[in-house]
Nanobody, 124 residues
Framework: QVLLVESGGGLVQAGGSLRLSCGAS????????MGWFRQAPGKEREFVAA????????YYADSVKGRFTISRDNAQNTVYLQMNSLKPEDTAVYYC?????????????????WGQGTQVTVSS
């Protein structure tokens, strides 16, 4: 059992930045691959970014590469998503998720535990 709580969402103008945080508890965080996903109204949940258990490997969707940065602080049991140069199409509910294995994948099926999500709205 892994409990995940996201924070940091909000309203921002296009071109602005937000930093999302996800606190984890319930198991050894350092051995868990972590990912960020997002879901916009009427769309399927999509992969955004992922990070390996040591934090040495990161993965990004093409749509956010170069703009978003995923990181983790295992001592604080927290994973972050720094979002820069935000676009209106980034508007969605953002979820953090814990993978079943130390090395994360890019599919929702690769993750067992999910947070409740935090709303990110980018205005034009």
């Amino acid at each position: 059992q892994v409990l995940l709580v996201e924070s940091g969402g909000g309203l921002v103008q296009a071109g602005g930045s937000l930093r999302l945080s996800c606190g984890a508890s319930g198991r050894t965080f350092s051995n868990t691959g972590m990912g960020w996903f997002r879901q916009a109204p009427g769309k399927e949940r999509e992969f955004v970014a992922a990070i390996s258990w040591r934090g040495t490997s990161t993965y990004y969707a093409d749509s956010v590469k170069g703009r978003f940065t995923i990181s983790r602080d295992n001592a604080q049991n927290t994973v972050y998503l720094q979002m820069n140069s935000l676009k209106p199409e980034d508007t969605a509910v953002y979820y953090c998720a814990a993978a079943l294995r130390p090395i994360p994948g890019s599919l929702t099926i690769d993750y067992k535990y999910w947070g409740q999500g935090t709303q990110v709205t980018v205005s034009s």
